[in-house]
């Protein structure tokens, strides 16, 4: 099972790097509900790190109070040795960047890249400010739109000059609250690597919060999983993806197969599924005998094979576990197709099948009896 993070545990940064962001124990309540709960986190200097979630599980709110747009109910935030929480939002040394953009319609690119400079005490000379203005708008790219309104601007140019204006004021720390939510499927895929690009280039700490799992695991060098206002777990993208430690994480991040069940004997026993499942871990690594437990199971991981050459080729596999199933829908996407599957007992299971797996062979149809099967390393047991 993957690290993971428990409510009120500490999670420490990447290992060998010391910690440029500290958050402590913070939680956030509205009356009588806790927005954020007891989450402690480390960050790195220069490290692009996401807080993912989905709508109201308190990642926006964690955002707002490093911005100092909220103040803590408990707990404090350290940012380069320097405790937060007696600096106002406007004199802290972070920038946000709003889902919205927020560009000032009245003013030209030139003039919202400006603006926050103008605000700086003691005040910058005027041919600083426009030294910096230029030398943001090359960065981003938009120097020749330099002289136009926001709204004659596309939405992924705009989303340039929002980024510019935020590291005009060359924060120590980068917050962006959905950033590339208001672009297209097409264009947000793009303008994630040139994202990431900039924002390396410069050098500037960076915290994303997204509910896009795509765009975390895109982005980011680490991720937060959010649950409820707590953080559910912490890790690399392909950590988390791997080892999930808990139902939700194996079930947020990808598709997954999940089998409820209890250990017996080293197996996992349990309605859903024809027989018991064989597992992979020590007797000495796995939950106690009896007690509930859960295996993912990540569909590219499961392998269909029909049924007259099935035995055989889950031999050949080493495929411990299998079961007969009927093919209920298709989802061609190419170079691989999403099989739905059924199991005896009306239980469904995905699996993601590459389309050279077929060979010459026709691939089986809807309707169609087939064989399932996964070796038992390729299932991560669960507790929780």
Excluded at 56 to 62: P, Y
Excluded at 72 to 88: F, K, N, Q
Excluded at 158 to 187: G, H, M, N, T
Aim: with cysteine; aromatic share 6%.
């Amino acid at each position: 099972m993957g690290a993971g993070a428990q409510a009120g545990a500490e999670v420490l940064g990447p290992a060998g790097e010391a910690a440029y962001l500290r958050i402590e124990h913070v939680g956030k309540r509205f009356g009588d509900v806790w927005a954020v709960r007891d989450v402690s986190l480390t960050i790195a200097e220069r490290e692009i790190f996401a807080l993912l979630g989905s709508s109201g599980c308190g990642k926006s709110t964690l955002l707002r109070m490093i911005a100092g747009l909220e103040t803590p109910s408990t707990g404090r935030i350290v940012l380069d040795g320097e405790d937060l929480a007696r600096v106002p939002a406007h004199r802290r040394p972070t920038n946000m960047m709003f889902q919205s953009y927020a560009l000032f319609p009245h003013l030209t690119v030139a003039g919202n890249v400006a603006f926050g400079l103008h605000q700086l005490r003691p005040r910058l000379a005027r041919a600083e400010i426009d030294a910096r203005v230029d030398a943001m708008l090359d960065l981003v790219q938009m120097k020749a739109y330099a002289g136009r309104a926001p709204q004659e601007l596309s939405g992924g140019q705009q989303q340039r000059v929002a980024l510019a204006r935020s590291l005009a004021r060359e924060p120590k720390l980068l917050l962006l609250d959905e950033p590339l939510a208001a672009l297209d499927k097409k264009i947000r895929r793009q303008t994630q690597f040139e994202l990431v690009g900039l924002i390396r280039r410069v050098g500037v700490t960076c915290i994303l919060v997204t509910h896009d799992q795509e765009e975390a695991m895109t982005m980011a060098s680490r991720i937060g999983i959010m649950s409820e206002g707590a953080l559910v777990q912490v890790g690399t993208p392909d950590d988390i993806y791997a080892h999930p430690n808990c139902c939700f994480s194996a079930g947020f991040i990808g598709e997954t197969n999940l089998f409820e069940g209890r250990i017996r004997d080293g197996r996992l026993v349990g309605a859903d599924f024809p027989q018991p499942i064989v597992l992979a871990l020590a007797c000495g690594d796995l939950p106690a005998e009896g007690s509930a437990a859960w295996l993912s199971l990540r569909p590219e991981c499961v392998r269909v094979h029909p049924l007259a050459a099935a035995d055989e080729a889950a031999a050949a596999s080493g495929c411990e576990n299998r079961a007969p199933a009927e093919v209920a829908e298709i989802a061609y996407l190419g170079g691989h197709s999403i099989y739905h599957l059924r199991l005896p007992g009306g239980r469904s299971m995905i699996a993601s099948v590459p389309s050279a797996h077929w060979g010459d062979a026709p691939p089986p149809a809807r309707g169609a009896r087939v064989q399932v099967c996964w070796a038992a390393p390729d299932g991560v047991l669960l507790s929780r």
